[in-house]
C-alpha cells in the first residue's frame, strides 16, 4: 500500500509540525465607534459640529475598514430679511483588503485546501501571513468633502429669493507592492490607481405664495440650475518591479508595463416653472 511520505517521515522537520493555518489567517472580529458632537445658538447663529470615529477588523487578518468623519451644519440670521445655511462634511476612508497573493485575492492559498498542519510554515511566510513584513504596500484610501451653501432673500411678505450651491469631491487612492518572494508567480508586482469624482451645482430659485380669503393659495416657482460633473482617473501597474523602497521606479521590462487614463466632463442647464393652485 503506498503511504504518502508526510505520514512516514515523523523525523523530518518539514512534516512533524503543528502549523495552525486557521489560526495564521483568521481572528475575531473587533469593531469600535466614537462620536462627538457640540451644538450651540443664538438669535444670529445656530450650529452643530460632530465628529466620528469608526474602525472594523474583518474575520480575515488585515482586513477591515476604518472611517474618520466631521461634519458642521450651520444656520445664520445675517438680517432680518436675509438668512444662510452651510454645510461641510469631510471623511477619510481606509480600507484593508487582507494578504492575497494574487492581485485581488484576501486569502493567501485557497480556503477550500488548506495545507496540512504538518507541513512547516517558511519564516517569510510567516511574517507575510501576520502582516510583520514590511516590503508589502497595500494603501486603500478615499477622501471625500461636501459643501452645501444656500441664501435666502425674503424681498417682500409672500416672495423669496434663494440662492443655492454646492461642491462634492471624492478621490480613491490604491497604491500595491508586493515583492516576487510572496507572489504566487515569483514575479513582483506593483500598482498606482487614482480617480476623482466632483460635482458642482449652483441654482436660483424664486418662490410666490399668496392666499386669497383664507380659502385659495396660489404658489409659484422659477428655478434655473446648472451641474457640472467631472470624473477623472489613472491606472498603471507592472510586474518584475526592482523594488518597492524607491519612489522613482525604473528599469521595468516594456512588455511588463501596462497604463490607462480617463476624462469625462458633462453639464447640465435647466431652467423650469411651476404654477400651483389649491382650492
Keep these: 500500500r503506498h503511504v504518502p511520505q508526510i505520514l512516514t517521515d515523523s523525523l523530518n522537520p518539514s512534516f512533524n509540525n503543528a502549523t495552525d493555518w486557521q489560526g495564521l489567517f483568521y481572528q475575531n472580529g473587533l469593531i469600535h465607534n466614537a462620536d462627538f458632537s457640540i451644538s450651540a445658538g443664538n438669535d444670529v447663529l445656530n450650529y452643530r459640529v460632530g465628529a466620528n470615529y469608526y474602525t472594523e477588523d474583518g474575520i480575515v487578518r488585515q482586513t477591515g475598514f476604518s472611517r474618520y468623519a466631521l461634519r458642521g451644519n450651520f444656520d445664520f440670521k445675517v438680517t432680518k430679511n436675509v438668512s444662510a445655511n452651510f454645510n461641510l462634511s469631510l471623511a477619510r476612508l481606509n480600507r484593508k483588503r487582507g494578504l492575497g497573493k494574487g ?7 485557497n480556503n477550500t485546501s488548506i495545507p496540512s498542519s504538518l507541513y512547516a510554515l517558511p519564516q517569510l511566510d510567516k511574517d507575510f501571513y501576520l502582516g510583520q513584513y ?11 468633502v461636501s459643501a452645501y451653501l444656500q441664501l435666502n432673500y425674503d424681498i417682500i411678505p409672500g416672495i423669496q429669493y434663494s440662492l443655492q450651491g454646492s461642491f462634492s469631491k471624492t478621490t480613491d487612492l490604491r497604491e500595491r507592492f508586493q515583492p516576487k518572494e510572496i507572489t504566487s508567480d515569483n514575479r513582483s508586482f506593483g500598482s498606482n ?4 469624482y466632483e460635482q458642482f451645482y449652483v441654482a436660483n430659485v424664486l418662490t410666490l405664495s399668496k392666499s386669497f380669503n383664507n380659502t385659495h393659495n396660489l404658489g409659484f416657482v422659477a428655478v434655473q440650475s446648472f451641474q457640472l460633473d467631472t470624473k477623472r482617473g489613472a491606472y498603471i501597474y507592472g510586474y518584475n518591479i526592482p523594488g518597492g523602497t524607491i519612489q522613482v521606479i525604473s528599469g521595468v521590462p ?6 490607462s487614463s480617463g476624462y469625462q466632463q458633462s453639464g447640465l442647464l435647466n431652467c423650469a416653472a411651476h404654477r400651483y393652485l389649491f382650492l
Design 103 to 109: 492581485n485581488n485575492d484576501i486569502l493567501p492559498i
Design 134 to 144: 514590511n516590503d508589502v504596500r497595500d494603501v486603500n484610501l478615499s477622501d471625500q
Design 193 to 196: 490607481e487614482r480617480s476623482d
Design 254 to 259: 516594456q512588455k511588463d508595463l501596462s497604463a
